[in-house]
C-alpha cells in the first residue's frame, strides 16, 4: 500500500459514504463541505497504519472515516469563528448557507463522526473511542489558544509549538495511532505511531509557515508574504520578536502597522534575514522530522513496511509548495 | 427512590464533575452553563430507571452526566441560532462572552458528554453509544425543522407533533432507556421506557404551550400569551389556522400584524376559545399521557417501581405552572 492508494481508497469511501447520508436540509452543507475535498490525508494514514499489519483494511475504513468527518467539522466551525469566506477555493458554509446552518451541520458531523467510530471493531471499540476523546478535545484547545493568542501580545515559541500540536498535529497522531491499534499492534508500537504523527503534524505545520515567507512562489501557487499581509503569528513573527533588539523591534512595530503590503512584506523579510529565521526553522523542520522518524524506527515492523510514511517524511523536507 | 432524590443525586454529581474539570478558557463557559441549573430532570429520570432494577445506581451516574451535558450543549449552541440574550434569568454564553467562545465551548461539551457516555458498563456500551447517536442527530434534526419551520408559512399539526419529538422528546425517551439498558431490562422493556420518555415529552411540550395561552398566570410565574406576543408557532396556533374558515382567518393575519400586544393577545386567545383549542389540546396532552402509561404498564415490573414515574406523569395533567 502506498500513501497514495491509501488516499484513492479514501475518497471512494468518502463518495459512497455522503451517497448514504439521508437528503435533508441538516445533511446539505455536511456534503457540500465534504466533497469540495481536500487530500484525505488523515484517513489515509489510518489505512496506511493498519495495512502495515493486516493486508485487509477493511475494519479501518469507518474509522477512518471517522477522523475526516471530524477534521471536516473542525474547518466548518473554526470558519464561522474565523469569519474565512473562502475554503479550498469556495464559498464556506456560513457564506453560502448562512451562520445558523453552519453551526447546525458541524454538531451534525461531530456526532456523525462519533457514529462512524462506534463502528470499529469490538476488541478495540474503547481504545480507539478514548483517544478520539482526548484527540477532539485537544483540537478545541488549540483552537481557542490560537484565538486567545491572535490577541495576546506575549506568546513565546514554545507556546506556539504547543497550539499546533493541539490544533493540528495531535489528530495526525490519533489517524496513525487509530490504524496500529485496529491492526492490533502492541501499546508501545501504537504509542510510537502516535508519536510519529505529532511530530510530522508539527514539522508540517512550522513548513507552511517557512513555506509562506521563504518558498518558491511559482511552485507555492501563491504569492509570498500572505501570513505577513495578513498579521498572522506565524512561528517566523513570533521568533522575530524574541531575537530582535530594541531598534529592530520599532522597526518591526512599524512595519505591521504599515498598509503598504508590499513594503509591510518586504521590510519583514529583511528583518526576517537579519535575524537567520530563515535557517532557525529549517532546523526546527528537520528537528521535529527526525523526532518523527526515531519513533517510527523505534516501531516492531520490517522497514519495508515503513517505507511509505519514511517517504511521506522526506517529502516535507524538500517540499516547496 | 423518588425523582426529587434522583434529581438531588444528580446536582451533586454534576458539581463534582464540574471540580474536576481542568481550568482553562474553554472550560469556564461550560461550568457557567452548568451551574446555572435546570431541573437535572433527564439524568434523574436515568437514574430512575436504573433504580427500578438495583438498589446500587452507580453505574448510571457518568451516562446519566453525559445526557445533561448534552442536553446543555444544545441550549447553548440554540441561544447562538435564536439569538436569545436570556437563558434560566441569567445572560447566555453568547452574551457573557461571545460568540465564538459559546460555538466553541458547546463543541467541547458535546465532546465530554461522549468521553461521559464512554464510561458506561461495558455489558451496555454500545447498545448505549448507538441510542445516544441516533437520539443526538435526531435532536439536532429537530432543531433543523423548528429553524425551518419558523421561515414557514405551511406546517400542520403532525409536522410540528414530529418536530418537538424530534427536539425534545427523543432525550427523554433515551434517558429513560439508558438507565433500563444499565439495569439489564429486557430490549422489550428497555423500548417500552423508550417511547414512555417519548410521548410524556410530546405531552410536556404540548402542556408548555398550553399553559403560555390557558395556565393561572399567578403559577405561570409570568403573563400569558408570551408565545403570541413572540408570534411562536405553538400547537395552539398551527391548529388555529387548520380550523379557521376564511373570515377568521383573515382576523388571525390582522391580529400576528398588530404591534399592540395586548390587543394581539387578547383577540388571539378569543380566537382560540372560538375554535377549541383549549379543550382540543387538553386532549391532546391526555392522550400522550396515556401512550405514556400504556408503554409504562407493560414493563415487566412490579406496580409499586412505577409509582414515581406515575406520579410524574399524573402532576402533568394537574400542573398549571
Given at each position: 500500500?502506498?500513501?497514495d ?12 459514504y455522503?451517497?448514504?447520508l ?15 475535498g ?8 489510518t ?9 485487509d ?35 464556506t ?7 445558523n446552518?453552519?453551526?447546525?451541520s458541524?454538531?451534525a458531523?461531530?456526532?456523525?463522526a ?6 470499529a ?6 481504545t480507539?473511542?478514548?483517544?478520539f ?22 506568546v513565546?515559541?514554545?507556546q ?5 500540536t493541539?490544533?493540528t ?11 496500529a491499534v ?7 508500537d ?5 508519536q ?10 512550522l ?9 518558491d ?13 495578513a ?9 522575530t520578536k ?10 518591526l512595530?512599524?512595519?505591521l502597522q ?18 537567520g ?5 529549517e ?12 519513533h517510527?524506527?523505534a516501531?516492531s ?21
Amino acid at each position: 500500500m502506498t500513501l497514495d492508494s491509501c488516499r484513492a481508497a479514501m475518497e471512494e469511501a468518502v463518495t459512497r459514504y455522503l451517497r448514504q447520508l439521508p437528503d435533508n436540509t441538516l445533511n446539505e452543507p455536511v456534503r457540500y463541505v465534504m466533497a469540495i475535498g481536500g487530500k484525505r490525508m488523515r484517513p489515509a494514514l489510518t489505512l496506511l497504519a493498519a495495512g502495515m499489519y493486516r493486508s485487509d483494511v477493511s475494519e479501518a475504513v469507518k474509522p477512518a472515516l471517522a477522523l475526516e468527518v471530524f477534521h471536516n467539522f473542525t474547518l466548518l466551525h473554526d470558519d464561522i469563528m474565523d469569519k474565512a469566506p473562502i475554503r479550498r477555493g469556495q464559498p464556506t458554509v456560513h457564506e453560502k448557507w448562512n451562520q445558523n446552518a453552519a453551526i447546525l451541520s458541524g454538531d451534525a458531523m461531530l456526532i456523525h463522526a462519533y457514529a462512524l467510530m462506534c463502528e470499529a471493531p469490538a476488541h478495540c471499540l474503547s481504545t480507539l473511542l478514548a483517544l478520539f476523546n482526548q484527540t477532539a478535545l485537544q483540537v478545541c484547545e488549540g483552537q481557542q489558544l490560537d484565538m486567545d493568542y491572535e490577541l495576546s501580545d506575549h506568546v513565546d515559541h514554545d507556546q506556539y509549538i504547543g497550539m499546533i500540536t493541539l490544533k493540528t498535529s495531535v489528530l495526525l497522531g490519533c489517524a496513525l495511532q487509530t490504524g496500529a491499534v485496529i491492526g492490533q499492534a502492541s501499546p508501545e508500537d501504537a504509542e510510537h505511531f502516535y508519536q510519529t504523527g505529532v511530530d510530522l503534524g508539527i514539522a508540517f505545520q512550522l513548513m507552511d509557515d517557512y513555506l509562506d515567507a521563504f518558498g518558491d512562489p511559482a511552485k507555492v501557487g501563491k504569492r509570498l508574504g500572505g501570513d505577513i499581509a495578513a498579521g498572522k503569528k506565524t512561528y517566523l513573527l513570533i521568533r522575530t520578536k524574541e531575537l530582535c533588539n530594541a531598534a529592530q523591534r520599532q522597526k518591526l512595530d512599524a512595519l505591521l502597522q504599515d498598509t503598504n503590503q508590499e513594503r509591510r512584506i518586504a521590510g519583514v523579510l529583511a528583518l526576517y534575514g537579519e535575524l537567520g529565521i530563515q535557517h532557525e526553522t529549517e532546523q526546527l523542520v528537520k528537528h521535529y522530522h527526525d523526532l518523527a522518524m526515531d519513533h517510527l524506527h523505534a516501531i516492531s515492523l520490517p522497514g519495508e513496511k515503513k517505507q511509505p510514511l519514511i517517504a511521506l517524511a522526506d517529502q516535507l523536507l524538500v517540499r516547496q509548495y
